[in-house]
């Protein structure tokens, strides 16, 4: 069985393809997100982007539950745009059926990764596999025993303690061939992936955790829940 971490990247997407016990983990990238999942032959997926869209909510469930899950780094998790609010042409236009809709408007952050939720939105919708939402300050918090990594993972010292707990759960990135690293990608998008990864092993394996713990599901069947 192979499972798959996935992170955003400049030009696309990066992965970290693997077996649950990350024994021949491989890195893979690509600018085509349904192509890139159908071309690892993975069973299960974690992907860090929001997928499960609120109609109206100005925060979603899921949201909130990872925020209270490491405190010191809440402000990592923004709030969704509405699924309306992704048709919109700029950011000013998308604020304004975000504010009407749910009543509060959302950060600029945020608008800056629609063209990915809009791509991932669809290809989740007709995923062969089950494709899940997952936050790597999330799933970094858990592997490091409760405890928030407060250091931005684009520092030196960010990206060490990172890849320091992700050796402690047996995936030492440094040993990995970069071949397959799809250009624009960094060091912190490859250690995200591969978060990522562990949390699809858990996943594969009945032991994620989800947040919230029961979830609702937007208005295609996407649950709005995380998984680590």
């Known amino acids: 069985m192979k499972v798959l971490g996935l992170d955003g990247c400049k030009g696309g997407w990066i992965g970290i393809v693997t077996d649950p016990a990350f024994a021949a ?5 690509g ?5 890139l999942i159908a071309a690892s032959g993975a069973e299960v997926a974690v992907i860090d982007i929001p997928l499960g869209l609120s109609a109206s909510e100005p925060a979603r469930a899921c949201d909130i539950a990872a925020r209270a899950a490491m405190r010191g780094k809440a402000a990592s998790v923004f709030n969704t745009p509405v ?4 048709a919109a042409d700029d950011y000013a236009a ?3 059926v975000n504010r009407r809709l749910s009543g509060k408007g959302f950060a600029k952050q945020a608008w800056g990764i629609v063209p990915k939720i809009r791509e991932a939105d669809v290809v ?5 596999i089950p494709l899940r ?3 790597p300050e999330l799933s970094f918090t858990l592997a490091n025993g409760g405890t928030p990594i407060l250091a931005p993972k684009s520092s030196a010292a960010g990206l060490f303690l990172r890849l320091q707990v992700l050796a402690r759960l047996g995936l030492r990135l440094e040993r990995l ?6 250009p624009g990608a960094a060091a912190d998008d490859l250690a995200d992936a591969a978060i990522m990864a562990w949390s699809a092993s858990r996943l594969a394996g009945g032991r994620a955790a989800l947040y919230p713990p029961t979830s609702t599901c937007d208005a295609f069947g996407l649950p709005m829940q995380m998984v680590a």
């Open 25 to 29: 983990p491989a890195v893979i990238g």
């Open 31 to 35: 600018s085509d997100l349904g192509t």
């Open 83 to 86: 699924r309306d609010a992704l």
């Open 94 to 96: 998308a604020l304004a």
């Open 124 to 128: 989740a919708r007709r995923c062969a």
């Open 133 to 135: 939402e997952g936050h």
């Open 177 to 182: 061939d970069l071949a397959g690293m799809p």
